[in-house]
């Protein structure tokens, strides 16, 4: 009896297929920039969060002045507010973006199958037609909508962190890994030696380079939280 089952399709190498979904995106340009507005919102409160705590407990409790606690506590909560309302704003937004796009999408695939002719369904198996209306047009949703959204919240957020290398140098994200697999290993620039004196002018590293053996060059230790070391990281993207 002849084997039936459908063979595993080769994994992806690439995400230019994506672009086929530019024509479907395009019909919800308003709801798309309503969408970068709340994720660059959210974001920037995000990282406002820690800031206004440090506010809070330097400037505020160790006083101990009510009025001075009170002023950057409110703050605070304003900062913990807007990334709340905005997080959800955006997470709705995506959400309701991939539903449409895969909507319309469902309609036109199932427009364009219904017009087939009958020798096509003499040589594509029939639960080949289903995957396609189904299992493949999730898979697109995901990526359409939370995934993209996750996916821009995290680039948005590692950019401009201060990170300690295993070198004992500090140095700062300039931009994500180009392939997602490696999202921990961003490319970065050195602002200060292994002794901590900073540097003006330091190299540039892209932490996916490999030496001869395959072994990583450069690691990152941990992260560094910027007031700690009293680094103004934004001038380095100037």
Same mark, same amino acid.
């Given at each position: 009896?002849?084997?039936? %089952?459908?063979?595993?399709?080769?994994?992806?190498?690439?995400? +230019?297929?994506?672009?086929?979904?530019?024509? /479907?995106?395009?019909?919800?340009?308003? *709801?798309?920039?309503?969408?970068?507005?709340?994720?660059?919102?959210?974001?920037? $409160? !995000?990282?406002?969060?820690?800031?206004?705590?440090? /506010?809070?407990?330097?400037?505020? !409790? #160790?006083?101990?002045?009510?009025?001075?606690?009170?002023?950057?506590?409110?703050?605070?909560?304003?900062?913990?507010?807007?990334?709340?309302?905005?997080? $959800? &704003?955006?997470?709705?937004?995506?959400?309701?973006?991939?539903?449409?796009?895969?909507?319309?999408?469902?309609?036109?695939?199932?427009?364009? @199958?219904?017009?087939?002719? =009958?020798?096509?369904?003499?040589? *594509?198996?029939?639960?080949?037609?289903? %995957?396609?209306?189904?299992?493949?047009? *999730?898979? @697109?949703?995901?990526?359409?909508?939370?995934? &993209? #959204?996750?996916?821009?919240? #995290?680039?948005?957020?590692?950019?401009? %962190?201060?990170? !300690?290398?295993? *070198?004992?140098?500090?140095? @700062?994200?300039?931009?994500?890994?180009?392939?997602?697999?490696?999202?921990?290993? =961003?490319?970065?620039?050195?602002?200060?030696?292994?002794?901590?004196? %900073?540097?003006?002018?330091?190299?540039?590293?892209?932490?996916?380079?490999?030496?001869?053996?395959?072994?990583?060059?450069?690691?990152?230790? +941990?992260?560094?939280?910027?007031?700690?070391?009293?680094?103004?990281? #934004?001038?380095?993207?100037?």
């Amino acid at each position: 009896m002849a084997d039936l %089952s459908i063979p595993d399709r080769p994994k992806a190498r690439s995400l +230019r297929p994506l672009r086929a979904l530019w024509p /479907y995106l395009r019909r919800y340009r308003g *709801t798309i920039l309503l969408a970068l507005l709340a994720l660059l919102t959210a974001s920037a $409160a !995000m990282l406002a969060l820690p800031v206004a705590l440090r /506010y809070l407990i330097d400037e505020g !409790m #160790s006083t101990g002045s009510t009025e001075t606690v009170n002023r950057y506590f409110i703050a605070f909560l304003a900062a913990a507010g807007a990334f709340g309302i905005f997080a $959800a &704003l955006r997470f709705y937004l995506v959400t309701w973006l991939g539903e449409r796009v895969i909507a319309d999408l469902r309609s036109d695939v199932y427009s364009r @199958v219904i017009r087939m002719d =009958p020798t096509f369904f003499e040589v *594509t198996r029939t639960g080949e037609v289903l %995957s396609r209306l189904t299992a493949d047009t *999730t898979l @697109v949703q995901s990526i359409a909508g939370v995934n &993209l #959204s996750i996916t821009l919240r #995290s680039t948005i957020t590692i950019i401009g %962190s201060l990170v !300690m290398l295993d *070198t004992n140098e500090l140095a @700062v994200v300039l931009k994500p890994a180009a392939d997602k697999a490696d999202a921990e290993r =961003p490319f970065v620039r050195v602002i200060t030696d292994p002794q901590g004196d %900073s540097i003006d002018h330091g190299r540039e590293i892209d932490l996916t380079e490999k030496d001869e053996t395959g072994d990583f060059l450069h690691n990152i230790i +941990r992260l560094i939280d910027n007031t700690e070391y009293k680094f103004d990281t #934004s001038k380095y993207f100037v």
